[in-house]
């Protein structure tokens, strides 16, 4: 059996290797799997992942009586935080990562990617007004040249960000690097990283176009 190189991971990407996100995404990634299914995999996953990604959120001590006793424990300290997917197919890991934190606010940003350019093109942008006191988890299935998710950071930035984490299920290590370069205080978390990407910005071997996937469309 002949195994592919996995490429060196940049220092600012962390890559989830749970036995059961693997699983998952070879699930994921078959050409065969359904919509419906798609659609619950990539909730799955993504709510695996937001156990490593929200590893690091404050905690306050708070005081508290169980059945038996009173006791000190510890609860998220601060403003809810705030889930941003990149429309369309960011939208597909919100529900799993609200399971696990119902009170988070979710913001959107509308891009699409110039299919010439492979530039990303904004259209919407919505998220709550005070930002810099929350901590923001930017969404998007896939991490390809890395302009859609560098572009989305830097609006939120001008809009107050301080404190944000990029989430994705498969990276390349050219989107990985133009994020790097761009955005170096921002962590990355993905499923996997990838070998590259095609001549037309496909991730390779990839999944597919991930928003396509997720709604049924072509």
């Known amino acids: 059996m002949v195994t592919t190189p996995t490429p060196p991971t940049p220092q600012a990407l962390t890559v989830i290797e749970h036995p059961l996100i693997q699983h998952k995404l070879s699930i994921l990634r078959d050409k065969s799997t359904p919509t419906k299914l798609f659609k619950e995999l990539v909730d799955e996953i993504a709510m695996l992942m937001a156990f490593e990604a929200t590893r690091s959120l404050p905690l306050e001590a708070v005081s508290i009586e169980t059945p038996l006793e ?50 990303p093109v904004e259209y919407y942008f919505k998220v709550p007004p005070d930002l810099g006191q929350r901590d923001v988890f930017v969404l998007d299935p896939m991490l390809a040249t890395g302009g859609s998710a560098v572009d989305a950071i830097t609006q939120l930035k001008k809009a107050g960000a301080r404190r944000l984490r990029f989430m994705c299920l498969v990276a390349a290590p050219e989107g990985a690097a133009r994020l790097r370069e761009a955005h170096p205080d921002v962590p990355v978390f993905a499923a996997a990283l990838d070998r590259e990407l095609s001549t037309n910005g496909y991730i390779l071997p990839g999944l597919g176009d991930a928003g396509d996937r997720l709604f049924g469309t072509k």
């Open 70 to 119: 009173p006791m000190t424990a510890h609860r998220l300290a601060g403003y809810e935080p705030v889930l941003v997917p990149i429309l369309r197919a960011g939208l597909g890991m919100v529900d799993g990562i609200r399971a696990l934190m119902p009170s988070a606010r979710v913001g959107h940003i509308g891009l699409y990617r110039d299919h010439e350019t492979l530039e």
